[in-house]
């Protein structure tokens, strides 16, 4: 796990600019550094050492004309090293970074498909003057990139972009316009800057002084099979998650788990446990005392079942949120939807503070597997109307997800935009909150299949899963810890994505063959958990607060404002003691916090 970054273009590489860069992403790689460059492209890298720590697996990389930058981990590395050695490549190091050089070498862009891993990476060949940047499947390691007519820049983080170019990382209003509104996020390859990208999921990017920057999709999900008996599918994805877990858990430093007390974090605890029993293993849950939806009694009998030695309780206060905002937004490098990050940053700066270095986690089951509030419409509406019908007649509370459904996840044009006016922010601007409401989900192009296919697609890769590896990325990297994620494994992911709806959702029951493969592993009190919570904060409680209401005060009120928002709507409900939307009060917060560290272009924005 690392940093990397670059330059490329004729007389636009500046040693000492990617000296700049690499200095910048210091948090991201504490044990290393390396710089690069020859008369068009360049690389920068921090090391974080996971595999094989001694520093012949330092970066950049070369061999022969291909010079490789590369963030992440490739878990089949032993199994690729063993296949390249047949072929006659030889090695000088233990780690995953010289294969997938070698890889490369032998394979070219098809390296790619044969990876089972998390990666951006950035592949230089002098000979054919020609730069590669791709991410993996689903972009769990980010790469932001700024193009102008002769230059391409890109970076893991985009401060070590603006430390090449002061003037690159403008905010973008429409973007800020929309999350202040109703929350809305940028699709990718779009981000919060105006003058920055970041490559989707399963996308590569090719550049050449002549043709610039070219972006298509490497990899689409295919459909496998999948056993139409229930057990048999059970036993299957038991299996798959199996060597999943086993690949993640190679390592050289020590390996921990996030756990949240729901199924998807207490598979991965009870699965690890399964596979390295005699292994001490280290848990981190975040918890809150007195808050109704608090999950460590749930954590704890997830921990005890899997004979965790080491359970750890993270604690979070109101107040430590507040001294910690800065530099939890810092590390964001763009705003973020409500205050469960902090949990999770929370969380990886305990597990560097007890020694661990690699945390897995369970993101992703809940895209691929179904686990979301009206999957159970999609479900149905791919099961056909006889289905939807029968499923009417016993519980008329499913008519609201089976009508979203069948109107393909969103309304028409006039209707959604008279919905988000209404729950547009009290606190923002009227001209910029329409700004924020003009906009209309759509489905990735590509996605093919049934009705419930095609939404998992849209979450897996659209909507809520680039983002939550966005976060899982920002809270790690800030503490110098790797996350890794079993359950984007391409064979689970595929698995997951051809299952018939049946197998995704029956009887009321989300996540239907997931908690069958689990049972007998993961305690029933977790597996039978029909809530669904997001490893939340007791934010509304802490906002709330006379305590809370100052910090906002401070926050919004004192000193010239940054952002757009409407300081006699803040100070109405300061004087009447209560937020009309504690959500919107925390986005306007996030805002001001995050305009005061970037910075806006003048006139921007008022």
Not at 201 to 215: D, I, K
Not at 266 to 283: G, K, P
Not at 300 to 319: I, L, W
Not at 497 to 523: E, F, I, M, N, Q
């Amino acid at each position: 796990m690392c940093g990397i970054a670059g330059l490329a273009g004729p007389g636009a590489v500046d040693s000492d600019a990617l000296r700049r860069m690499a200095g910048e992403m210091i948090h991201r790689g504490p044990d290393g550094e390396g710089v690069w460059c020859d008369a068009v492209a360049g690389f920068a890298f921090r090391r974080l050492a996971i595999i094989d720590l001694h520093e012949r697996s330092n970066q950049p990389m070369h061999l022969d004309h291909l010079h490789l930058v590369f963030n992440g981990e490739i878990y089949n590395y032993i199994e690729l090293r063993d296949d390249l050695r047949r072929a006659g490549h030889h090695f000088a190091t233990e780690g995953d970074a010289e294969v997938l050089l070698h890889a490369w070498a032998e394979w070219g862009e098809g390296a790619l498909d044969r990876l089972n891993g998390m990666f951006a990476l950035a592949v230089w060949d002098d000979r054919a003057r020609r730069m590669v940047l791709a991410t993996d499947r689903f972009a769990e390691k980010p790469l932001f990139f700024h193009q102008t007519a002769d230059r391409l820049m890109f970076a893991s983080d985009v401060r070590a972009l603006r430390a090449a170019d002061a003037e690159v990382g403008v905010p973008d209003e429409a973007a800020t316009a929309r999350f202040l509104a109703v929350g809305r996020m940028p699709v990718l390859p779009e981000t919060f800057f105006a003058d920055v990208r970041r490559l989707p999921p399963s996308h590569m990017a090719t550049w050449s002084p002549r043709e610039g920057v070219r972006l298509r999709r490497w990899w689409e999900p295919s459909l496998v099979a999948v056993p139409r008996d229930a057990a048999d599918a059970a036993a299957r994805l038991r299996d798959l998650l199996r060597d999943s877990v086993r690949i993640r858990l190679r390592s050289d430093v020590p390996v921990g788990t996030s756990l949240s007390g729901g199924v998807d974090s207490s598979a991965v605890v009870a699965t690890a446990a399964e596979l390295a029993a005699d292994s001490a293993r280290h848990a981190f849950t975040a918890t809150f005392p007195g808050f109704e939806r608090d999950e460590w009694n749930h954590a704890q009998a997830a921990a005890s079942s899997a004979r965790v030695v080491h359970h750890h309780a993270v604690r979070p206060e109101m107040a430590e949120l507040f001294d910690d905002l800065p530099a939890l937004v810092a590390a964001q490098e763009e705003p973020f939807g409500s205050t469960s990050i902090y949990a999770q940053w929370r969380v990886m700066k305990a597990a560097r503070e007890a020694g661990v270095v690699v945390m897995l986690d369970g993101q992703g089951a809940d895209e691929l597997f179904g686990g979301y509030p009206g999957i159970e419409g999609w479900a149905l509406r791919s099961l056909g109307p006889s289905a939807v019908l029968g499923a009417l007649r016993t519980d008329r509370k499913l008519a609201g997800s089976i009508a979203y459904a069948y109107a393909g996840g969103r309304a028409p044009r006039s209707i959604a935009r008279v919905e988000r006016r209404r729950r547009a922010s009290p606190y923002l601007d009227p001209a910029l909150a329409e700004i924020g409401t003009d906009y209309v989900d759509r489905m990735p192009d590509w996605a093919s299949g049934s009705p419930l296919r095609r939404e998992l697609l849209t979450q897996a890769f659209r909507s809520s899963l680039p983002q939550l590896c966005r976060y899982a990325d920002r809270d790690s990297m800030a503490f110098g810890v790797e996350v890794r994620l079993p359950f984007l494994d391409p064979r689970v992911a595929e698995f997951a994505l051809s299952l018939p709806p049946h197998l995704v959702w029956r009887g009321g029951v989300t996540k239907r063959v997931l908690r069958d493969a689990l049972r007998g592993l993961v305690p029933d009190e977790v597996l039978d958990r029909q809530e669904k919570v997001g490893y939340e904060t007791p934010q509304a409680r802490w906002f709330a607060s006379e305590a809370g209401r100052a910090k906002v005060a401070d926050i919004l009120l004192h000193g010239p404002p940054a952002g757009p928002q409407r300081r006699a709507e803040i100070e109405r409900d300061l004087r009447g003691g209560a937020w009309r939307d504690t959500d919107a009060i925390w986005r306007a917060v996030n805002v001001e916090l995050w305009l005061d560290a970037w910075g806006r272009p003048a006139g921007a924005m008022r």
